[in-house]
């Protein structure tokens, strides 16, 4: 089971993790932007694919607002690299294929489907303050509507 969901005010969990393009990403090299840090369930799904290229469709205004965006699933860097090429995709995904900061952030949770239990991500995004503090929380998200609402936070944070 997941560590306890970090609240709005604490320091953010730190990540260094493989991410598309065999590269890395850490929040310490974020550090004094904000971060919209979404955690998705699984590439090239429907609702995935569509809150993946809402957040692109809106990267530059993020941008604007002092903002990058950072998706991460357990998904594998090829897996991640595919999806990015497949959809067009210009912010960084990161692999978390040991769920490490899946548990961090309390994403990592027991789902039911068709009356059968399963571990999975939640769908829940943190938006960051340039000084590694969660500023806001978006629990069990639902896709439409979501990135331009995390876009307005974040010009506001």
């Not at 090299?29 to 840090?37: D, I, Y």
């Not at 952030?105 to 239990?117: D, F, H």
């Not at 999975?120 to 938006?127: K, P, Y």
């Not at 969660?134 to 990135?147: D, E, F, L």
Request: with cysteine.
């Amino acid at each position: 089971m997941s560590a306890a969901r970090p609240a709005i005010g604490d320091l953010a969990p730190e990540f260094d993790l493989p991410r598309d393009g065999a590269g890395r990403i850490s929040l310490e090299s974020l550090r004094g932007r904000k971060v919209a840090l979404y955690f998705y369930p699984k590439d090239d799904t429907s609702g995935c694919t569509r809150e993946a290229i809402d957040f692109q469709g809106l990267k530059g205004e993020f941008e604007k607002a002092g903002a990058v965006v950072v998706g991460v699933s357990p998904d594998a860097v090829k897996s991640h690299d595919k999806f990015k090429a497949k959809h067009g995709l210009d912010f960084p995904l990161i692999s978390d294929e040991a769920r490490t900061l899946l548990e961090a952030y309390g994403v990592w949770v027991e789902k039911s489907m068709y009356g059968r239990k399963y571990m999975g991500v939640e769908r829940t995004t943190f938006l960051i303050g340039g000084d590694g503090r969660i500023a806001r929380i978006w629990n069990k998200v639902k896709v439409p509507g979501h990135a331009a609402e995390v876009l307005e936070a974040a010009r506001k944070a």
